[in-house]
C-alpha cells in the first residue's frame, strides 16, 4: 500500500489478557516508530527501530511493554497483562530518515486499544 | 525535558477568518519543528516541516513559522474552510541518533459553516 497500515483498527480485550498490534510501514522505509495517544492528549513517543535495531525503547511505561522489528519491515508491538491505563489509540509512524530529522514521519490511522 | 505547549486548546471561529495557532517549546536546542494535522479517527497527516535554520514554511493557505530563540511558532491558516476542523499538533524533535519528537497536546480547531 501507499501509506503506513496497522491492524488491527480497533481491539477490545480483557484485563490481564496479551494484545499485539501490527504495523506495516511504507515499503523502503528504515526508521519506525511507535507513539502512544490517551485520550485529548498527543502522541507520546514509545520506541524507535532503524530497520530491525531497537535503537530507543525509553518510551515503554514498563516490561509489560514489547516491540520487535526482526525483518526490518513490519513490526509488532505486543502488551502483555494488559490493565486499564493501557487504554489508548497506539500509532505507528515510518520515515525515510536514517539517524536525521529531516523527513517527515508518515503516521498510520492507529490501534484503538480498549481494556475492559 | 522538552515541553511543548499549545494554545489554544480549542477554537471555533466562522468560515473565511484567517487564524493562528500557537505553539511552545522549552528547550530551544531542536533540529526541526513540525505541525500535523489530526482528523477524528485518523492518524496524524504532516503539514509543514520547518528546519532549525529556516524562519518559515508555506504550503497554499498554510504558513508556519518557527523563532527557536524564543521557543516559539505559530501556524497561520488563511481564509479558513469548514474542511480545516480537525486537531492540528505542533512537534519538536532533536538532534540525535533517532527522530524522537515531542508532541503538543493540539488546538481542536472547528470552523463554523
Known amino acids: 500500500g501507499a501509506g503506513v497500515s496497522q491492524s488491527p483498527r480497533y481491539k477490545v480485550a480483557k484485563r490481564g489478557q496479551d494484545v499485539a498490534l501490527r504495523c506495516d510501514p511504507i515499503?523502503?522505509?528504515?526508521?519506525l516508530f511507535w507513539y502512544q495517544q490517551a485520550l485529548g492528549q498527543g502522541p507520546e513517543f514509545l520506541t524507535y527501530?532503524?530497520?530491525?535495531?531497537?535503537?530507543?525503547k525509553s518510551g515503554l511505561p514498563s516490561d509489560r511493554f514489547f516491540a520487535e522489528r526482526p525483518e526490518g519491515s513490519v513490526s509488532t508491538l505486543k502488551i502483555q497483562r494488559t490493565q486499564q491505563e493501557d487504554s489508548a489509540v497506539y500509532l505507528c509512524?515510518?520515515?525515510?530518515?536514517?539517524?536525521?530529522?529531516?523527513?517527515?514521519?508518515?503516521f498510520g490511522d492507529g490501534t484503538r486499544l480498549s481494556i475492559l | 525535558k522538552q515541553e511543548v505547549t499549545q494554545i489554544p486548546a480549542a477554537l471555533s471561529v466562522p468560515e473565511g477568518e484567517n487564524l493562528v495557532l500557537n505553539c511552545s517549546f522549552t528547550?530551544?536546542?531542536?533540529?526541526?519543528l513540525q505541525w500535523f494535522r489530526q482528523d477524528p479517527g485518523k492518524g496524524l497527516t504532516s503539514l509543514l516541516l520547518?528546519?532549525?535554520?529556516?524562519r518559515e514554511q508555506t504550503s497554499g493557505r498554510l504558513n508556519a513559522s518557527l523563532d527557536k530563540s524564543s521557543g516559539r511558532s505559530t501556524l497561520y491558516i488563511a481564509a479558513s474552510q469548514p474542511g480545516d476542523s480537525a486537531t492540528y499538533l505542533c512537534?519538536?524533535?532533536?538532534?540525535?541518533?533517532?527522530?524522537?519528537?515531542?508532541f503538543g497536546k493540539g488546538t481542536r480547531l472547528h470552523i463554523l459553516p
Open positions: 512537534a519538536v524533535s532533536k538532534p540525535n541518533r533517532d527522530d524522537k519528537i515531542i
Open positions: 527501530f532503524q530497520n530491525e535495531a531497537q535503537l530507543d
Open positions: 515499503s523502503g522505509h528504515v526508521s
Open positions: 528547550d530551544s536546542a531542536i533540529y526541526n
Open positions: 509512524a515510518s520515515s525515510l530518515a536514517v539517524g536525521e530529522s529531516s523527513q517527515p514521519q508518515h
Open positions: 520547518i528546519q532549525s535554520s529556516q
